[in-house]
């Protein structure tokens, strides 16, 4: 497994910088990005600047299509005990607040408390859909950003180094990702579909053992299986806060073909202040697979997803050339950039054609916008032909809105996704 | 009303499948490690592993082995008629064991994971891994995974991989 990169104090003091110790009395500031100024308590702004990693010229990484904002957090009931953490990858495909600890390079140093269950610490393992894995304690913080704030949080805190990683963890393949080189960001914001990020099958058992793989009962003895009510699991802090917390909306701005930076912002709440409305905006409700139906060049996708934390466009199309230099395989590498078109279902029978570009990826990584961190014809092949994933690249220049389960909209309850 | 009645049978159903599932286990221990590329005999340990319900359709040019794991995932293993399974294909709201399901390719998509994740630009999203003999692919997040692996060289005569899934 890899085992965490940091050496030497001056990437330490850069990280430093990115924190900020604040007395939470005042509205919480931004944390230093150089983002849009929106002053209403429920607007938070959120950057595509490459993240923490882009601060280490010596690691020679980008981490293209990832919006990032930051994140308060303090020891519940306090207002003096608060760390306001930069680089949080702002993610709809996850449901959760995610920080990594300074064990792995990331900036929390707040202590706070831990989740116990049965009177010992309660600890996650959440696995990606690539089969890559994070692990660590869960803990509990008042969680503030912009103006909004929910109070005894649980949350996830990322550290290789809490108790042993269970076995069942790297089952997927994948790599450990409890490190700033391999997370790419500080902490992740899950702020998609649920109120909490497993749901009832991390709660149940049968024949009394615990039905899923993701939470751990951890002891001097180690740590095992355990069910977890749904109030102990890791939540949806939107679908926490007193009010605007039935959904979140992202805004980026456009772009064409490729931009340094870009800053937008998070809106909390559907319909619940002047400034967050539906709108002319269509609702795609979602199917039982909690995806929607993508048709594209006659392929009908029923498991396809709007995800601001997948940073391009994941398809199957034979007749695109992938790249074939080492340095960006796994990317889509047309000769040309192609225009092209795909039509977005709902399950409630909203239909909607969708034009995007894909470029060569090769291109884009070298020459002048090597350095560039906002791609938006960026895509990489995925050939199942269930599914069509748009990722960050579908956001740029769209206002996106993810509604959360059981929460009231003005169109209806969530879950669902509208633009 | 029968549903009581029907879960008290359901419960003792599911008690004995964990009972047999366990025996199976205890005395299958190396068995439970083999799956792509293995023959038909692993799909019983991966029934087990996964505490699992077996569905079993046939076409002409293979058969399907349909676990449901009590999770809720559900894995579909592809057998020629040879006897191999030479596909594997997963959904459902957790991630199946790939170590079992993979067995012996299980490395190889693993090593082409990791470097995956050194390459210079980052690439966050499903996984597409594509060798000489070996197609895997997972993607998904956390209540909704899914993912296929295949055996080119294995996949029978006249199956459209497409199919597949």
Known sequence: ?419 | MGTSKQFIVRCLNMRMLLVFATICILTLPIRASASLGDDVGSVQADQARMKGVQRTTRTELYTVHEIKASEGTVVREYVSSAGKIFAVVWQGPFLPDLRQLLGGYFERFSQGSQARNNNRPRIRGPILIQEPGLVVQSGGHMRAYFGRAYLPDQVPKGVNIEEIR
């Not at chain 1, 960006?328 to 995007?356: D, E, I, R």
Request: aromatic share 10%.
């Open chain 1, 1 to 419: 497994m890899r085992k965490v990169i940091f050496e030497g104090s001056l990437i330490l003091v850069v990280f430093g910088m990115w924190v900020l110790f604040t007395e939470c009395g005042g509205g919480g500031s931004g944390g230093g990005s150089n983002t849009t100024v929106n002053s209403a308590e429920n607007v938070q702004p959120i950057v595509v600047n490459g993240g923490p990693i882009a601060a280490d010229s010596s690691s020679n990484i980008i981490y293209p299509n990832a919006a990032f904002t930051s994140v308060t957090v303090c020891v519940p009931g306090t207002s003096n005990y608060c760390q306001t953490i930069d680089g949080i990858l702002v993610d709809t495909g996850s449901v959760g607040l995610r920080l990594l600890s300074s064990n792995g390079g990331g900036a929390l140093t707040l202590s706070l408390p831990t989740q116990t269950i049965d009177g010992n610490p309660l600890a996650e393992s959440v696995q990606f859909g690539d089969g890559s894995y994070i692990w660590g304690p869960v803990e509990i913080a008042d969680v503030k950003i912009a103006g909004e704030s929910a109070s005894s949080v649980p949350i996830h805190v990322l550290d290789h180094d809490f108790y042993t990683i269970p076995n069942e963890s790297s089952s997927g393949g994948g790599p450990e990702k409890d490190d700033l080189q391999s997370l790419g960001a500080n902490g992740i914001l899950g702020v998609g579909q649920f109120q909490q990020d497993c749901g009832g099958a991390c709660a149940s058992t049968s024949g009394g053992v615990p039905l899923s793989i993701a939470y751990y009962e951890c002891s001097s003895a180690g740590c095992h299986l355990v069910s977890v009510p749904l109030s102990q699991q890791v939540q949806n802090p939107v679908a926490l806060f007193p009010k605007d917390n039935n959904g979140i909306i992202i805004m980026l701005p456009a772009v064409s073909g490729a931009a340094a930076t870009i800053s937008g912002s998070l809106v909390f709440g559907i319909g619940t202040q002047s400034n967050n409305g539906l709108g002319s905006a269509a609702v795609y409700m979602l199917n039982q697979n909690h995806a929607i139906t993508t048709i594209y060049k006659n392929q009908t996708m029923p498991n396809s997803f709007i995800d601001s934390g997948s940073n391009c466009y994941f398809f199957s199309d034979n007749a695109i050339p992938q790249c074939t230099q080492s340095y960006v395989s796994g990317y889509y590498c047309p000769p040309t950039t192609l225009n092209l078109s795909a039509t977005n279902q709902g399950a409630n029978g909203t239909s909607g054609t969708v034009t995007f570009s894909v470029g060569n990826a090769s291109t884009m990584f070298s020459g002048p916008t090597s350095d560039y961190d906002a791609f938006s014809d960026l895509a990489a092949p995925f050939k199942i032909a269930d599914n069509f994933l748009w990722g960050l690249p579908f956001f740029y220049g769209r206002t996106v809105y993810t509604a959360i389960e059981g929460m009231d909209t003005p169109a209806g309850q969530g879950p669902y996704w509208a633009y």
